[in-house]
């Protein structure tokens, strides 16, 4: 494999939003953001109907938040829409389905609408219910109306890996990518994920990156340790951040989001620029 060899000076590194009080604004929200040292933020659509709602907002309202991120020089260049956790496009049960693919459209449009780059969607084919060949093909089905949708907009939809067997590495997604074939599909992995998968399957973290050369558009960098996919703290889990920074950097990989959770302390601003700088020290070691 050859890999280029390029500046790891030049990267952007976001910040997930949920890393912060949900009671702060969105201006507010950039603001600490840049205030801790990160260089945009990457906007969360969950499951919870407070953030689904969001994608129903109207032009008024997307201005305003196309405004807070002009005012406070915070750009917001990615989505995290993980809103499928609950509505997954693979579901036997068609209303669930139905209610899928309208997230799916409505983020596209407000990505589109906002100047959002990447919309990082979840690869589930069912998260509640069971997996099997009827969600998996209706997964693909819908996937490539998703795509489509996608590429009349402009905007890159992209796996991320999961903490399910379905999509838990970067070499599933790719099976994926190849059977729709559109470079409005890429791969946004999840380190944290993707190194309990290659802890569970035995492979390497780096060769599972490699499986996606000239599709990784971003990597989400989050800890974990075996079994552990949330809540860990930085530099207590098991994750190699500098040799996978260091692979992704030769891949081309130029976004980064530091992904997180606001846990109710008082010194969540610290917490931000503690995890600023932990993340930029695996990048220095890569210089």
Known sequence: MKMNKQNAGIYRLGLYEKSMPSVLSIREKLDAARQAGFDFMELSVDETEEKLARLKWNEVQKQDLVKASRETGMKILTMCLSGHRKYPIGSEVPEVRKKGMEVMSDAIRFA??????????????????????????????????????????????????????????????????????????????????????????????????????????????????????????????????????????????????????????????????????FIRSQFISNS
């Open 112 to 277: 589109s609408d906002t100047g959002l780059r990447i919309i990082q969607i979840a690869g589930y084919d069912e998260y509640y219910g069971t997996s099997n060949e009827i969600t998996r093909d209706l997964f693909l089905e819908n996937l490539r109306k998703s795509v489509q949708m996608a590429a009349a907009e402009g905007v890159i939809l992209a796996f991320e890996t999961m903490e399910t067997a379905f999509m838990d590495t970067v070499g599933k997604s790719m099976v994926y990518v190849h059977a729709i074939n559109s470079p409005y599909l890429q791969v946004y992995p999840d380190l944290g994920n993707i190194t309990n998968a290659a802890a569970l399957y035995g492979h390497r973290v780096q060769d599972d990156l490699i499986c996606g050369m000239g599709h990784l558009v971003a990597l989400h960098l989050k800890e974990t340790l075996p079994g552990v996919y949330r809540e860990v703290p930085f530099g207590s889990g098991h994750v190699d951040f500098a040799g996978a920074i260091k692979t992704a950097i030769g891949l081309g990989v130029k976004l980064y989001v530091a992904e997180f959770w606001y846990n109710g302390k008082e010194n969540w601003q610290q917490e931000l620029e503690s995890a600023n700088h």
